[in-house]
């Protein structure tokens, strides 16, 4: 029998706790509806936003305590990202994947520090590499003494203010881990194509999936928003909240 994927799902950074609650509660009724494992995702803080202006979340403290209620109320898993070494210990308290964002895969004590929680690391793969260039950060990983990698694609610099997906990215990234995620989402990303923020084409997400799925990936990542056009965050590519089961249901 084939192995079901993993989703990771959630708002692109806390906004507040009835957002959250939103969210999770819908992430459990799918999750018993067809029996996967979906994990939660929000980040306590987007360091690299477009703008200085732009919202970057609660911080770490309040954040990570916010996250921890909604896996002890709703027993989710929980993803989160660091951008920081100092911060891989204490968000490894209460997520149970640390994820390290894109432009920050090379970053050598970022991913060590990671390695040293023991949880499950998530590296997403740079907007300027191939996914053959991956094996270095996995090995980073395993050579600090942890097994558990996970690879996410999410894209390519195409030009400016646009990203294209080279699917074989997925195949190529298989040879350095059982677990390849497609982030459909940030997949679709414009990345500063909007003045000082970034904009991004939502209604390509679900054919990014099906195409992911073709090309071998076992796990899919979805920003998910009750309101994404009032989202604080990445509101142009997340998904609406209403729309993820649809999206689900075609890769299952």
């Known amino acids: 029998m084939e192995k079901k994927p993993v989703f990771i799902a959630g708002p692109c950074v806390i906004e507040s706790p009835d957002i959250l609650e939103t969210?999770?509660?819908?992430?459990?009724?799918?999750?018993?509806?067809?029996?996967?494992?979906?994990?939660?995702?929000?980040?306590?803080?987007?360091?690299?936003?477009?703008?200085?202006?732009?919202?970057?979340g609660p911080g770490m403290v309040k954040g990570l305590q916010m996250l921890g209620d909604i896996k002890s109320k709703y027993q989710l898993q929980i993803l989160t990202d660091i951008h920081e070494s100092?911060?891989?210990?204490?968000?490894?308290?209460?997520?149970?994947?640390?994820?390290?964002?894109?432009?920050?895969?090379?970053?050598?004590?970022?991913?060590?520090?990671?390695?040293?929680?023991?949880?499950?690391?998530?590296?997403?793969?740079?907007?300027?590499?191939?996914?053959?260039?991956?094996?270095?950060?996995?090995?980073?990983?395993r050579e600090s003494g942890n097994q558990q990698v996970w690879l996410t694609e999410r894209g390519n610099m195409y030009g400016y203010n646009n990203l294209a997906v080279d699917f074989r990215n997925l195949a190529d990234m298989h040879?350095?881990?059982?677990?390849?995620?497609?982030?459909?989402?940030?997949?679709?990303?414009?990345?500063?194509g909007a003045g000082?923020?970034?904009?991004?084409?939502?209604?390509?997400?679900?054919?990014?999936?099906?195409a992911a799925k073709a090309f071998g990936a076992n796990g899919y990542f979805f920003e998910t928003h009750p309101d994404p056009d009032h989202a604080l965050s990445d509101g142009p590519n997340m998904l609406y909240l209403s729309d993820l089961e649809k999206v689900i249901a075609s890769l299952l």
């Not at 677990?179 to 414009?190: N, Y």
């Not at 000082?196 to 099906?210: C, D, H, K, Q, W």
């Open 175 to 192: 040879q350095w881990t059982d677990t390849v995620i497609m982030d459909c989402t940030h997949a679709v990303q414009r990345p500063g």
């Open 23 to 56: 969210v999770a509660q819908e992430l459990v009724r799918l999750n018993q509806k067809y029996d996967i494992q979906i994990i939660f995702k929000a980040s306590f803080d987007k360091a690299n936003r477009t703008s200085l202006s732009s919202f970057r």
């Open 196 to 210: 000082g923020s970034t904009s991004g084409n939502r209604e390509f997400v679900p054919m990014m999936a099906l």
């Open 86 to 141: 100092c911060q891989a210990a204490p968000a490894g308290e209460v997520a149970d994947v640390l994820q390290i964002p894109a432009f920050l895969c090379r970053q050598t004590d970022l991913l060590v520090a990671a390695a040293h929680t023991g949880k499950i690391v998530n590296i997403k793969k740079a907007q300027f590499l191939s996914g053959m260039d991956m094996q270095y950060p996995v090995q980073k990983v």
